[in-house]
């Protein structure tokens, strides 16, 4: 069959342009309100209730390379792509239990700050750098490279610089103007829409095909299971139950453009009850955005070579004119709430992990003003490296092996001083240096000379382990130092049990224990629905 026309109609074209002009128009109007201080600016004035933090996560989390990869993924190797989709519930529920009363009691506006309180300067500063890197490198250029893949289907004739510059524009534009709350209103916006879209899609795919025991005939059996054996391609078990758990960890819980809707929320149960509900709506990506995908096997054949053209192909070929117009507005929405949340969080960590630290005498205002300049600066980067990107293999393989090679450091520091108060700032230092080091050493050996086979979903605990050795190793050979008390900064059983005697008096509806035992319920029985 002869592939679908990748053009729009009139009607598309006024569609998206009149979603364009409200987003601009959102950001001018959100910029003209209060937002004096570094607190309004960067974390909306801690004020945002629990639905607009969930749905700013989901929102946010769902870019233009979640949708591209997503459908391309389960084209290629399955539905097992999903298993990054649902262990997001349970990272987010040991969040709400766990880490958010220490995250939100200490007051902080960024991650690395937290890492400052729980042990020292040097820990902060180095996981900002790599934060930033991490933020401008892999989420925003990714996003651009992904954005402006699409639209070079439909306008083959403008080079890909340009069209990254466009959208690093438009998201920019509302980003500087009117900070992180003109960030959360406009993911809450864009959420909405891409679930819209996504159903629509999912349900006339649904349609084309003739239901599920179409799709059970035609797909092999493989690609409609979660859990996969050891040397599979895709999400080989071990590698999610060590690897996807590690790299959830990071992305929901400590990288800054995520933790920053968090960080703003009103208080500890609305960071509670938005994390969880940003659990719950990962689930039904299953599927809205991962089994269309595998539909695509039986309605596109042909694409095996190109997957990532799965998603393009399904929007332009299963949607009237009008409704294409509507989805590709989501598909844009998608890709704004990426592009927004990174360059916002990057520059909140330059504002308060450097600039603040150093120019203390600074008013509020004037840091506003320097948020909004790093802004800028960090837009103008990753548009100049977005289009790089095109020199790798694939733009799954930049994303996911440089998170494994990465990130696993980490997470050790978070996890091990959460749980462990004798871990000292000596021991997270040399932890930290030491394993992104390793993560560099085994990065050039796997990737760079291929010296040897290693899956990236293997390298992520190879690397954890050894980071976690080191930071026990040296706490241990070193002197605890006094310091701070870091006792607010730990999770604790006694802390736990005060808590249980003042969640007693609470409705059913409001225990967050209750909520994330049902989150949990209902992740497991989907997960086994489709093992």
């Known amino acids: 069959m002869s592939g679908p026309e990748f053009s729009f109609s009139p009607l598309d074209l006024a569609i998206i ?130 954005g402006a893949v699409i639209f070079r289907l439909v306008l083959p004739e403008v080079p890909i610089w340009q069209s990254v510059a466009a959208l690093a524009i438009l998201a920019g534009f509302y980003t500087i103007l009117g900070g992180l709350k003109a960030v959360i209103y406009t993911d809450a916006m864009q959420g909405v829409l891409l679930v819209v879209g996504s159903i629509v899609i999912t349900l006339t795919a649904w349609s084309r095909i003739g ?22 391609p895709g999400v080989p078990w071990p590698g999610l139950l060590m690897g996807v758990s590690l790299l959830g960890f990071y992305f929901w819980c400590t990288n800054q453009f995520m933790a920053q809707r968090l960080l703003a929320a009103r208080n500890l149960d609305h ?71 990174t360059l916002n969080s990057a520059s909140t960590l330059v504002t308060m992990d450097f600039i603040s630290r150093h120019y203390p005498q600074l008013s509020p205002s ?39 090679f990465t990130v696993p450091p980490i997470v050790a520091l978070f996890l091990v001083g959460l749980f462990w108060r004798r871990a000292n700032a000596a021991g997270a230092f040399t932890a930290f240096v030491v394993g992104l080091a390793s993560g560099g050493v085994l990065f050039w050996l796997v990737v760079v000379e291929q010296a040897f086979d290693l899956h990236f979903l293997y390298a992520a605990p190879i690397l954890f382990a050894v980071s976690v050795s080191v930071l026990v190793v040296v706490s241990l050979a070193t002197p605890a130092e006094p310091g701070e008390d870091v006792e607010e900064l730990l999770w604790t059983p006694r802390s736990f049990s005060n808590e249980s005697a003042q969640l007693r008096g609470q409705p059913h509806w409001k225990n967050y224990r209750l909520l994330a035992i049902a989150l949990l319920v209902l992740t497991v029985l989907l997960v086994v629905t489709f093992w």
């Open 366 to 404: 004037q840091l506003k003003r320097t948020g909004q300049g790093v802004t800028f600066v960090f837009m103008l980067l990753a548009v100049v490296w977005a289009p790089q990107i095109e020199r790798f293999p694939s733009l799954f393989k930049y994303l996911q092996a440089t998170l494994s």
């Open 211 to 232: 239901g599920w025991q179409a799709v059970v005939a035609g797909v092999p059996a493989e690609k409609l299971s979660l859990i996969r054996p050891v040397g599979d």
């Open 17 to 146: 342009g009149l979603y364009a002009a409200v987003i601009l128009g959102k950001g001018i109007w959100l910029a003209r309100a209060r937002a004096d201080t570094a607190e309004d600016y960067f974390l909306a004035g801690r004020n945002v209730v629990w639905p607009l933090v969930g749905i700013s996560l989901f929102a946010s989390n769902i870019s233009s390379t979640t949708l591209v990869g997503l459908a391309g993924d389960a084209y290629a190797t399955g539905i097992s792509v999903f298993n990054y989709e649902w262990m997001a519930a349970l990272v987010l529920a040991f969040y709400a239990i766990f880490l958010a009363p220490a995250v939100l009691r200490s007051r902080v506006f960024t991650m690395p700050e937290f890492l400052e309180r729980r042990y020292d300067g040097r820990v902060r500063t180095g996981f900002s750098l790599l934060t930033l890197f991490l933020n401008i490198v892999v989420d925003t250029a990714g996003s651009l490279y992904a």
């Open 271 to 341: 960071a509670r009850w938005g994390s969880l509900f940003a659990g719950f709506l990962k689930l039904p990506v299953l599927f809205i955005m991962v089994l269309p995908g595998t539909l695509a096997l039986l309605l596109y054949p042909e694409l095996r070579a190109t997957p990532d053209l799965v998603y393009p192909t399904l929007l332009f070929d299963l949607l009237p004119a009008g409704l294409l117009g509507l989805v590709f507005a989501g598909f844009v929405a998608a890709l704004m709430s990426q592009i927004d949340s």
